[in-house]
């Protein structure tokens, strides 16, 4: 069974950087797309990034496109996302999840399909 753990949230000042890390145990990643997922309190869990199984193919919500950037070493069987600019909005829990029936070169920012997830991490973004 695939475990993934996530890693790297933090306090940050708007415009800073982080890099959160899901590190993937269990069968190979290699299979798995991998999305980057973000829920507030009250709100519904939103997709933010996501990478396809070969890491050949990205996907990025609006709000972060450009700031943003996800990817992955099957080397160390984990996917990263590099968050730059950070904004306070950016505020919410960081989840990370895997989807182990999708195609070849391709990944969803819709939670619908992942059936693996992190219990993930904190980032607040705050002077």
């Not at 609006?62 to 160390?76: E, H, L, M, Q």
């Not at 909005?89 to 399909?113: F, R």
């Amino acid at each position: 069974q695939l475990q993934l753990v996530e890693s790297g949230g933090g306090l940050v000042q708007p415009g800073g950087s982080l890099r959160l890390s899901c590190a993937a145990s269990g069968p190979t990643q290699d299979y798995y797309a991998i999305g980057w997922f973000r829920q507030a309190p009250g709100k519904e869990r939103e997709g933010v990034s996501c990478i396809s199984n070969s890491g050949g193919s990205t996907n990025y919500a609006a709000s972060v496109k450009g700031r943003f950037t996800i990817s992955r070493d099957n080397a160390k069987n984990t996917v990263y996302l590099q968050m730059n600019s950070l904004k306070p909005e950016d505020t919410d829990y960081y989840y990370c999840a895997a989807d182990w029936h999708s195609s070849p070169g391709v990944c969803t920012l819709a939670k619908g399909p992942y059936e693996i997830w992190g219990q993930g991490t904190q980032v607040t973004v705050s002077s």
